[in-house]
């Protein structure tokens, strides 16, 4: 009768340990699904920072396009400032805010020397 009990306590030991590893299954997987969330949350907030920020450029950019008043001193800082614009659209379009930032600081750098 004593091997009963102990294989009886043994299995409910089990039960105890399995119930208890469900548990733990079902805590991770709501710490995923919350850290997945908050991770898309700031993902979406930088996307729309990212697009703002575009929208942004892009309308200056026209308005110094169609500015008819602006007169180029040299053919060269047209090219020039046409080409800094592209490159930066694109790394605005491409999701790329470091490269742009680079664009604007080589842009900065070049102008104060």
């Not at 709501?30 to 920072?49: A, C, H, P, R, Y």
């Not at 450029?57 to 592209?86: C, F, M, P, R």
């Not at 490159?87 to 490269?99: A, D, F, T």
Request: aromatic content about 6%; proline content about 1%.
């Amino acid at each position: 009768m004593g091997d009963g009990q102990s294989t009886d306590n043994i299995g409910e030991t089990l039960k105890l340990v399995l119930s208890q590893l469900q548990d733990l299954k079902e805590d991770r997987k709501t710490v995923v699904d919350d850290l997945e969330n908050k991770i898309d949350e700031k993902l979406n907030s930088f996307k729309d920072e990212v697009r703002g920020i575009f929208l942004a450029v892009q309308s200056e950019a026209k308005k110094l396009k169609l500015d008819s008043e602006h007169k180029w001193s040299k053919i060269g800082n047209k090219i020039q400032y046409t080409l800094n614009s592209e490159l930066i659209v694109w790394g605005l379009v491409n999701g790329k805010p470091e490269y742009c930032q680079d664009v604007i600081e080589e842009i900065y750098d070049t102008e104060t020397t």
